[in-house]
């Protein structure tokens, strides 16, 4: 569900108290009229603009937690989310379970994928590499921008 923002519901309740009809305010604001009705009815029951709390388990990780996840994997110190449960277990006293640590992940644009073999460099390639290092080993930095 999208909300609108703060800042829009206090000028559309700020026209309505200006004496405009709500069909007026709702096509100026690009709103439904039944949003225009809703938000003067919350307003004059709750006094404020600001979205109630929900109900719902309270979130495990914060978002301290969460960065802290996504650099364990970013940085190789661990590699899958059973290593991250146990070092949140060791380290931070956090008893979450990796399916928490999966979806967290996942929402931050990380996703469990096998790693490519890659060839080892031949002892062609490394002969190679350290020729052309040699033959540009004295280069400056205008030559590199040529």
Known sequence: MV???VEKR???YALLEEGYPSRY???KETI???TV???KQRKDKTGTFKNQPKSGHPRLITNRIERNVVQLITTGEC???VAIQKKLRTDDQIDVSECTIKRTLHRNGLSARVKC???YLKKTHRIARMRFARKYQKWTIEDWSK
């Open 32 to 34: 439904s009229q039944s």
């Open 37 to 39: 009705i809703r938000i």
């Open 117 to 119: 073999k890659k060839p």
């Open 10 to 12: 206090a000028r559309v």
């Open 3 to 5: 909300y609108l923002p």
């Open 79 to 81: 590699t899958n989310a």
């Open 25 to 27: 305010v709702a096509n």
